[in-house]
């Protein structure tokens, strides 16, 4: 299986990987009546989202779905930037839709290379950089800079590996 597309979250003005997600209220496309299909290896789940804070509240900024049938509309929005593949791919740009989401989320940066497993999402301690953020009906209430932390399970794990 090929390593997998994480969804992405613009934060502080930098982009981050969504490395972990425990709670509930992100986008689900079959929420909105849409079925999706695996358009690539890496797109198995048949969609891809980037979330962004307006206001320190969480909004859906751009959506690609890979569909079937006719290309879906999303909350009012049609179709914006229409692929001429036989994939069946939509892409919905500026959004700007709040979600109620509640809980925490994993942000990653600096994906170290040499930890690539060709296979899944790739988890937080992968990552230089990590953000955890909380939410309560979409407002983020907190946030902590786990760098530290993941570094300490990174290290953790080389010495296990290494027989240490």
Known sequence: MTAQRSDLFIYEGREFQIAGVSGQGLFNPLDH????WPCTTA???????????AKNKLILKELE???E???PSIFGVSLVEPERTTSRRAVFQ???WPLAYEGGMLLGA????QLYVHMGFHPPWKYRKVMELIFKEGVLIETHDRSEQMAQIRERMQEQDSGS
């Open 43 to 53: 797109l198995w789940r048949g969609f891809h989202c980037k979330y962004a804070l």
């Open 94 to 96: 500026d959004l700007a």
């Open 33 to 36: 009546g849409i079925r999706t």
């Open 65 to 67: 779905i890979c569909h």
């Open 69 to 71: 049938g006719d290309p």
């Open 110 to 113: 600096e994906f170290i290379r």
